[in-house]
């Protein structure tokens, strides 16, 4: 079993930058896809960024260009940096390794642009 402790939300201007990060408790090398998701008020939970085992990422069409997801398996972490943020941005963003036996969710947190 793999805990998730996600940090770095916060406030922010449109047009700053962020950068969240994910620890695990745990090796997440097996782990297939470690990525970002986030929920908006009386929005679904929607995929951000993925990353997988070797490397290939992936990104909502929303975000590309502005987001950068990373997996870093020797220390354990995946981090989201996050730059030209817009109001539309504005959610509780939560940490997700999965994989065939493996689903994974931090407790989120929370991330504001706003002026």
């Known amino acids: 079993q793999v805990q998730l402790v996600e940090s770095g939300g916060g406030l922010v201007q449109p047009g700053g930058s962020l950068r969240v990060s994910c620890a695990a408790s745990g090796s997440i090398l097996s782990i297939n896809f470690m990525g970002w998701f986030r929920q908006a008020p009386g929005k679904q939970r929607e995929l951000v960024a993925a990353?997988?085992?070797?490397?290939?990422?992936t990104y909502a069409n929303s975000v590309k260009g502005r987001f950068t997801v990373s997996r870093d398996s020797a220390k354990n972490t995946v981090s989201l940096q996050m730059n030209s943020l817009k109001p539309e941005d504005t959610a509780v963003y939560y940490c997700r390794g999965w994989g065939v036996g493996d689903d994974y969710w931090g407790q989120g947190t929370q991330v504001t642009v706003s002026s």
């Open positions: 990353v997988t085992r070797v490397g290939t990422t």
